[in-house]
């Protein structure tokens, strides 16, 4: 059986009235949303308007002024939630250890665990790689590998785990369009074999319009707008078509 077999449920994400502060800057002012199982929920907009504060907020990293994140309607703040559930994170950056082979950084979380052998850890990160079109690459180094091909190991190092939620964040930043392109293919058919939730902050419209079941349009720490691709596109709110003509690319 293909490890990439899913063998349980994609999970629900809910946010509710989540602020944060830092200082006297509020940045998050009330979020309300749901995430649904195996979805792929794009948040998009400008830069300062948020969306990776909320991510953080969703994996954990931050804690909330008020307001609350619950996964399969539990919060992340009690015990044992976030252990419960397989959460995967594909940073900008790539995130890879730099003295690492790909084999290594991709089976890392296996390794580490001790939750498979040596010889069956490396059959499922080839297994895993040819997915995201990177077979053959298990002994290079991280230095040695295009943005593109960073960003694609870092989707692999995610299937490992066979993840329930996926969190993207900034998936194709600094990428050319074609490669973007492929970035996008990659996350949509991570869906498919994982049956993962994803959840991805972008400034990319092309990305955002192009694979997400719903897209939210964040600004100053609040969601505008929410709805599928066409129901944003033809928002009948001035500001809203405004803000879809802006260059989010751009700071």
Known sequence: MSHLSPNSQSV??????????????????????????????????????????????????????????????????SDGVMSKYRLAMVFQSGALLNSLTVEENVGLYLTEHRMKPPEEIRRIVAEVLAVVGLQGTEHKMPAELSGGMKKRVAI????????????????????????????????????????????????????????????????????????????VKRHPDPLIQRFLTVDFKTP
């Open 156 to 231: 692999a190092r995610a299937l490992v785990i066979e993840p329930q939620l996926v969190l993207y964040d900034e998936p194709t930043s600094e990428l050319d369009p074609l490669i973007a392109v492929t970035i996008g293919q990659e996350i949509r058919a991570l869906r498919r074999r994982a049956h993962a939730t994803s959840i991805v902050v972008s400034h990319d419209r092309d990305l955002a319009f192009g694979i997400a079941d719903r897209v939210a349009l964040m600004h100053e720490g609040r969601i505008l707008c929410l709805g599928t691709p066409d129901e």
């Open 12 to 77: 629900s994400v809910q946010v509710r009235g989540l602020r944060k502060s830092y200082g006297p800057q509020e940045v998050l002012k009330g979020l309300d949303f749901e995430v649904e199982r195996g979805e792929i929920f794009v948040l998009m907009g400008p830069s300062g308007s948020g969306k990776s504060v909320l991510l953080r907020h969703i994996i954990g990293l931050e804690t909330p002024d008020a307001g609350d994140i619950l996964i399969e309607g539990e919060s992340v703040r």
